[in-house]
């Protein structure tokens, strides 16, 4: 009978410890400012703005998605680089196609992904160190050099971002852009202050920890935003910002209201 109050108790820690299914691990925006929510069971879920239910998506088989790009309502592209999927979703987040990138001809190891701004696709091979840019049938089009022997990289990036006549290899460990033109040609390095979360709304780059938030852009390299307590991912516009609130549901400030 003692075995039972120590039972009791271990099973209420593991509970404890354990994340709701339904706990948002990250938001995402799309361009009107429509938000979606990955959520720790790993399922992507949207409102439905003609009821109360959700539309959602989900596939048991592969986990949590790494990239989750909204910059295209109407063809919201998810990567899983375990599995080398990429699956394209409707604004209802059914799927509409899904390309196992293993498969492409002249692409071996794809590490990070990010949607073209003509609605191709880049993707990083970090087999032989190029960025490649993928066409609408899912072929290689256009590719960039040797990365290592161009740049001197050591790793795969951690993030791609496009944003019009712009990529950027986002590189965590060192805390820099690599950045390129839409033809995968070198232009520069980009520094940036340190963070412990980011979030990308282009051509906004956020970067935000308890110390300080920064929003960096192209133009303007990163620009310090109003100090204050680590609230977690930040995407920013031209008029404001979006965080996720106490009820884990994405708000939208103005920059005049940050300043009262």
């Not at 032989?128 to 066409?135: A, G, Q, T």
Request: charged letters at 20%.
């Amino acid at each position: 009978m003692r075995l039972l109050p120590l039972l009791f108790l271990l099973l209420a820690c593991t509970t404890t410890r354990s994340q709701p299914a339904t706990q948002v691990v990250d938001f995402f925006i799309d361009p009107v400012g429509k938000p979606y929510y990955l959520l720790a069971n790993a399922e992507l879920v949207t409102d439905n703005p003609l009821g109360q239910n959700r539309f959602s998506f989900y596939d048991s088989s592969l986990g949590a998605p790494s990239v989750v790009d909204v910059s295209n309502p109407f063809a919201i592209l998810l990567f899983y680089p375990d599995y080398g999927q990429m699956i394209v979703l409707d604004r209802t987040l059914s799927e509409v196609s899904r390309l196992d990138l293993f498969s492409v001809d002249g692409l071996q190891q794809p590490a990070a992904l990010a949607r073209a701004t003509d609605n191709q696709v880049w993707v990083f091979d970090a087999w032989d160190y190029r960025l490649k840019l993928l066409d609408n049938g899912g072929n290689i089009s256009r590719q960039s050099n040797d990365l290592r022997l161009e740049i001197a990289v050591e790793d795969p990036p951690d993030f791609i971002y496009a944003d019009r006549a712009t990529v950027l290899l986002h590189f965590l460990g060192s805390q820099r852009l690599a950045i390129f033109t839409n033809y995968g040609r070198f232009q520069g390095w980009a520094s940036l202050p340190t963070a412990t979360h980011f979030g990308w709304h282009p051509p906004f780059l956020t970067g935000s920890s308890p110390e300080n938030a920064w929003t960096w852009t192209i133009e303007t390299g990163a620009r310090p935003q109003v100090p204050g307590t680590d609230k977690g991912k930040v995407l920013t516009t031209s008029a404001g910002h979006y965080t996720l609130d106490e009820k884990q549901v994405a708000r939208f400030s103005t920059f005049s209201n940050n300043k009262n």
